[in-house]
């Protein structure tokens, strides 16, 4: 096999986080050491609602924000863009993502960046997106993202596509909410704090967008038909057996299914599709 083979130097570049304490680490680079790739709330289902909904064409220049491991950079490029930019701040996933080819000829460019300042030219893309990636983020740093996700797509025909964490119902009692980012944060070690359905749309609307588009999923992620669902049956028992083999990685998953189970009945994904206010007056 060639050096130069794109699989053959992904499997030499290191997953976000490798050598971290399990204890410590954050709850997603956890799941991605021990193999799982699909790391998006609503899972493959709504990712691919997502994408569906966006409308992919040859014409488009797609930028992702917050690009992680690349397993929804490979559905985009299926789609065969005209461009695709994963935008991410950890080098190691940066690497990854810059070992990816498209079949057709798209342009792939991968970029070591903050989503709040990427530092791409203005007006250059016409699909932004990004995922499981402001929930984990205070209100200004959503803001900012945002942001950024306007100043870089045309005014034209540009779309903006969301897929998050969501509080349900939408009148949830404060306190419940205050006990739910409590419990998720020191769950998965990384502060979060999701919004309400009408929450995520109000915030949009408040950085100049128009929501278009939304769907909703249960959040799964750890549950054993969502499992399987998004990363097969053979990487599903690959990934539960490395648990297994790890008492401190397995107890953090444990813990992380049942902070979720605790909540469930409050806790959801959300796929939004949004297009600049401007755009459609």
């Known amino acids: 096999m060639a050096p130069t083979d794109p699989q053959a130097l992904q499997k030499n570049i290191r997953v976000p986080g490798e050598g971290l304490d399990a204890a410590r680490m954050p709850g997603h680079w956890l799941l991605a050491r021990l193999g799982k790739r699909v790391l998006r709330p609503g899972g493959v289902e709504l990712t691919t609602w997502m994408l569906d909904n966006l409308a992919l064409g040859r014409d488009d220049r797609v930028v992702e924000l917050a690009a992680g491991l690349d397993a929804t950079a490979r559905l985009t490029l299926e789609r065969s863009p005209g461009s695709y930019t994963a935008v991410d701040r950890d080098p190691a996933a940066v690497a990854r993502l810059g070992t990816l080819t498209a079949r057709g000829p798209t342009e792939v460019v991968a970029v070591r960046a903050d989503a709040a300042d990427t530092g791409l030219p203005s007006g250059s893309a016409t699909v932004v997106y990004g995922e499981a990636m402001l929930t984990m983020q205070p209100e200004p740093a959503k803001r900012r993202i945002m942001r950024e996700a306007r100043r870089l797509l045309t005014d034209t025909d540009g779309r903006y596509a969301l897929h998050e964490l969501c509080l349900l119902p939408e009148d949830l009692d404060p306190d419940h909410t205050e006990e739910i980012t409590r419990d998720l944060g020191e769950a998965i070690h990384v502060g979060a704090r999701p919004l ?86």
Request: hydrophobic share 50%; proline share 6%.
């Open 196 to 281: 309400t359905p009408s929450g995520w749309v109000a915030l949009l609307a408040a950085e100049g967008f128009t929501v278009t588009a939304r769907w909703r999923a249960p959040m799964a992620l750890l549950e054993p038909r969502r499992l399987i669902a998004d990363e097969g049956f053979e990487n599903a028992v690959r990934i539960a057996g490395r648990a297994l083999r790890d008492p401190a990685a397995r107890h953090r998953v444990l813990e992380m299914r049942r902070v979720f189970r605790r909540h469930r009945a409050h806790l959801g994904a959300i796929g939004l599709i949004a297009v600049p206010t401007t755009s459609t007056s």
